[in-house]
């Protein structure tokens, strides 16, 4: 679909788009995949520095590689919905980051019971909730919960961020 086809509203993404993303990124090959990263950055270039920033916090290229597909299929899901989103800036990421930041420290001190319902709550009421089921499993299957070192919290961040962003830019 090309820029002029696409709709200005905010659209939420479905599931169908999702698939439609995914399953052009497994027939894509480097080169198709440095293409989408060259539209990356002309559309979005600040989601995309959140994600090749990754490498000098100190995470393994192979993480970074996981953020970096994980940005290319909501960028071609959202082309695949047909949403075009305004400029990200880096004051919105740094604001969702915030968000992020707060909703977590929420949680704190919460038994098992609360912070499952709390989680739930925050799902349920997210803008685009698919995307945000797809970034959290993708993550977690990358083992990205299960690190314990320093900087690898902010490949946590920057994924849960990126879907913040997208769901909440207008």
């Not at 993303?21 to 990263?37: G, T």
């Not at 019971?113 to 909730?129: D, G, H, M, R, T």
């Not at 977690?140 to 320093?150: I, N, R, V």
Request: hydrophobic letters at 40%; a negative charge; glycine letters at 2%.
């Amino acid at each position: 679909m090309c820029p002029e086809e696409k709709k200005t509203i905010m659209a939420k993404v479905t599931t169908k788009n999702l698939a439609q993303a995914l399953q052009k990124v497994q027939s894509l090959n480097i080169k198709d995949k440095e293409l989408i990263c060259d539209e990356i950055y002309k559309e979005q270039p600040n989601l995309l520095a959140s994600v090749l920033v990754q490498k000098k916090l100190g995470n393994s290229l192979q993480d970074v590689d996981v953020l970096l597909n994980i940005l290319i299929v909501l960028h071609l899901a959202l082309d695949e919905a047909g949403i075009i989103l305004s400029k990200v800036t880096e004051d919105e990421q740094e604001h969702q980051l915030k968000l992020l930041k707060n909703t977590i420290l929420f949680s704190e001190g919460l038994s098992d019971n609360l912070v499952k319902s709390s989680v739930n709550q925050y799902v349920s009421n997210y803008k685009e909730p698919i995307l945000l089921s797809y970034v959290i499993d993708t993550m977690q299957a990358a083992g990205f919960f299960e690190k314990t070192d320093e900087n690898s919290k902010y490949l946590t961040q920057a994924g849960l961020n990126l879907v913040a962003c997208i769901a909440n830019v207008t």
